[in-house]
């Protein structure tokens, strides 16, 4: 395969790092919590929509897969939001180690309980398409990672929309940046951050039903997203949607290019070494404020 | 009487309560279980369990109530302590008291103590919430496994390699990370565990994914004391430095990073030092490890179940201080022991649920909440309680009408 055709095939499968990655980002701004449980969102929402689709019949169409994406959103969204109202908000405060602590803890808690629940087999879920790729200028491009790339897109410019343009948004951007005034004006700052939370654990649940369709889907697949989402975000610079998308895109290219050139065990391995190096060298990130002062 | 000082009293009431609440509860159980030994039912792992717990309450509640005169005792005694559980823990292998089970059990536990205390020294001490620890022991366990199978090095020898092989690690990785601060140290960290899982899997010196066998290991019993001289020289060593100009200038770089720097004092130095000693250990317990398991592959190596694991023990111990991150690694472990026995698989959620309780619930751990109440019995000791009513009268009337 040709190396544009990687880049391809990164793009696509990057704008699902993207989104899950601008979540995370909107915690860690809003909040101010480093949420670890986060790729744990993507797992419970992909695993939604597969247990959606099994009660259809297992193998459905397209139009199905897609409506079961909102349905795994609705779901993830109370479960974000019950995490913070009950668990998060007693330690959000406090130090930055409680709150890592936490959210360590709930991730485990959730990640053993679904192996319980479910195993720890991989699963994925089957789309029935007639024709599965189409044929660009040489290149193969699989529908279905189209379909995810459109989706992610489309995930994270409604998030764009609603901060900017809702009452709601406005509310949570203004206790992101100064609680205390927010309270003042007459923002129920709790209740904010854990709308806040749930949106968040929303978005990833919505991307995680599209990874459940191209990627597959385990119990321990989290850390993994988290991680990626933590790359991402210190690349794009905290608080910076278009900066989690272009981080999203390039970890994605980057990812593709390493296991097309050198070997797909490598992955892993490059991406947690670039994130170590920019955390040294670029800590702002490449479109973020600064990040000084960070405790 | 004003709301406050109502409110002041009753929240009184209720600490007095609840230690005796738990205390009565802790009885309780003991009670029932001994009903149980004495009965039919005879003895099973079930009730072990519920006596441990109730043992645990009526013990901790009973320090709590003594605060001050344990922690004085224990500061007086410090050394005689160490020396008692040294010898008393070697005494009861040497006479064979211990049988195979309960030997794995207790050499699993000063493991896990040499492990959550060299967490505690760079994450609890220095305040580098470190997530990446367990590459050091799994760099250590590779070194000593290599060593000892492909080039057939005598495995003390193989101790002293891995351990510095840890350090040097330790120490180019420090340089790089320990410029980050908080939460970006922690990803950092982790990032270097996971890299270091790679890189295992992938290397043909390591045995990739399918590891390395070890034959002709030394017997548990030789372990066993190998683990318990590492654990009671570290703990001596920390000891030792929290009382000298070096344990103070990690607490220092902990509380406040940048007033460390402006007294003058190279913060980056005392951090590696830390983050190197720290590893060390990690390491040498690491090689002492893989022998005793007679395998070692990268799923086990970089366990990154232990990784949180040892973690949560110096948390719930109490981070920063000594004995801590000990007790908390000796009560986990033990736990974790049971639970495995009682529900296999299980053995993670729980421990998920322990992090969140003891976060949400005792964010000092168990030294530090036992620290908090001999200064506030201290507090009341001298007259105290005098102060307080007055700071709150004063407070009352800055208020106004507001209660």
Same mark, same amino acid.
Do not use: E, K, M, R
């Given at each position: 395969m040709s190396v544009v055709q990687f880049v391809v095939n990164g793009l696509l499968v990057g704008s699902l790092f993207a989104t899950v990655a601008v979540g995370f980002a909107l915690i860690w701004g809003v909040?101010?919590?480093?949420? $670890?449980a986060h790729g744990e969102m993507v797992m419970l929402g992909g695993y939604c929509s597969y247990w959606l689709i099994q009660l259809a019949g297992g193998e459905v169409s397209v139009g199905i897969a897609l409506a079961t994406v909102p349905v795994a959103m609705a779901v993830l969204f109370v479960v974000g939001y019950a995490l913070q109202r009950v668990l998060i908000q007693q330690v959000t405060d406090e130090s930055l180690f409680l709150t890592l602590l936490i959210t360590f803890g709930i991730s485990i808690a959730i990640q053993q309980l679904a192996i319980q629940a479910w195993s720890a087999t991989p699963r994925s879920i089957n789309v029935g398409l007639a024709d599965p790729s189409i044929f660009v200028a040489g290149l193969i491009i699989p529908k279905m990672k189209l379909l995810a790339f459109v989706g992610a897109l489309v995930l994270t410019l409604l998030l764009w929309l609603f901060l900017k343009r809702t009452r709601r948004g406005r509310a949570i951007r203004a206790v992101a940046q100064n609680p205390q005034a927010s309270e003042l004006i007459g923002i129920d700052v709790e209740h904010t951050r854990a709308v806040t939370f749930g949106i968040s654990a929303a978005i990833a649940g919505g991307a995680g039903s599209f990874i459940g369709m191209i990627l597959g889907l385990w119990p321990q697949m989290g850390l993994n997203y988290t991680l990626k989402s933590f790359v991402i975000v210190v690349f794009g610079g905290i608080g910076s949607i278009p900066g989690a998308l272009v981080g999203g895109l390039s970890l994605g290219t980057i990812e593709e290019l390493t296991a097309g050139l050198v070997s797909s065990t490598w992955t892993l391995a490059v991406s947690f070494s670039l994130l170590i190096v920019l955390l040294v060298f670029k800590p702002d990130g490449l479109f973020g404020q600064s990040v000084e002062g960070e405790q | 009487m004003s709301t406050r000082d109502l409110r002041t009293r009753l929240q009184t009431v209720r600490a007095y309560l609840g230690t005796y609440g738990w205390l009565a509860l802790g009885g309780a159980i003991l009670v029932l279980v001994g009903l149980q030994w004495l009965g !039919? $039912? +005879? %003895? +099973?792992r079930a009730s072990l369990l519920f006596f441990a717990v109730g043992l645990f309450l009526v013990v901790w509640n009973l320090l709590l109530l003594r605060a001050t005169g344990v922690l004085e005792f224990a500061h007086d005694h410090a050394w005689t302590l160490l020396a008692v559980f040294a010898v008393g823990a070697v005494a009861v292998q040497a006479a064979g008291l211990l049988n195979s089970y309960w030997s794995t059990v207790a050499l699993q536990m000063f493991m896990f103590g040499v492990l959550a205390l060299s967490w505690d020294l760079i994450?609890?001490? %220095?305040? *580098? !919430? +470190?997530?990446?620890?367990m590459a050091f022991f799994g760099i250590g366990g590779y070194t000593a496994a290599v060593l000892f199978k492909n *080039?057939?090095?005598?495995l003390p020898l193989t101790l002293v390699v891995a351990a510095v092989m840890a350090l040097v690690f330790a120490a180019i990785i420090g340089v790089i990370v320990l410029r980050l601060r908080g939460g970006y140290f922690a990803i950092a960290t982790l990032g270097v565990l996971l890299v270091a899982i790679q890189v295992a899997r992938n290397l043909s010196i390591t045995g990739g994914t399918d590891g390395i066998i070890l034959l002709d290991v030394p017997d548990q019993a030789l372990i066993y004391y190998g683990m318990l001289a590492v654990l009671v020289t570290e703990i001596a060593v920390v000891y030792y430095l929290s009382t000298t100009r070096f344990g103070y200038v990690l607490n220092t770089i902990r509380d406040d990073e940048r007033k460390a720097t402006a007294m003058g004092i190279n913060t980056t130095y005392y951090k590696t030092a830390a983050w190197g000693l720290s590893a060390l250990f990690t390491g040498l317990v690491g090689a002492m490890w893989a022998p005793y398991n007679t395998f070692i592959d990268p799923a086990t190596a970089f366990n990154t179940a232990w990784n949180v694991e040892f973690i949560v023990m110096a948390f719930i111990g109490g981070t920063g201080t000594v004995i801590g991150p000990v007790l908390g690694a000796f009560g986990i472990r033990s736990l974790v022991f049971q639970i495995d026995s009682l529900f296999t698989g299980w053995q993670l959620v729980v421990l998920g649920v322990v992090v969140i309780v003891t976060v949400i619930g005792l964010p000092e751990g168990l030294v530090g909440q036992l620290k908090q109440r001999a200064s506030a019995l201290k507090y009341y000791e001298y007259g105290g309680g005098a102060a307080g009513g007055a700071e709150a009268a004063d407070a009352d009337a800055t208020e106004g009408g507001n209660d």
């Open positions: 909040v101010d919590i480093i949420n $670890l | !039919p $039912l +005879s %003895t +099973s994450g609890g001490q %220095t305040g *580098y !919430p +470190s997530f990446g620890n *080039y057939g090095v005598a």
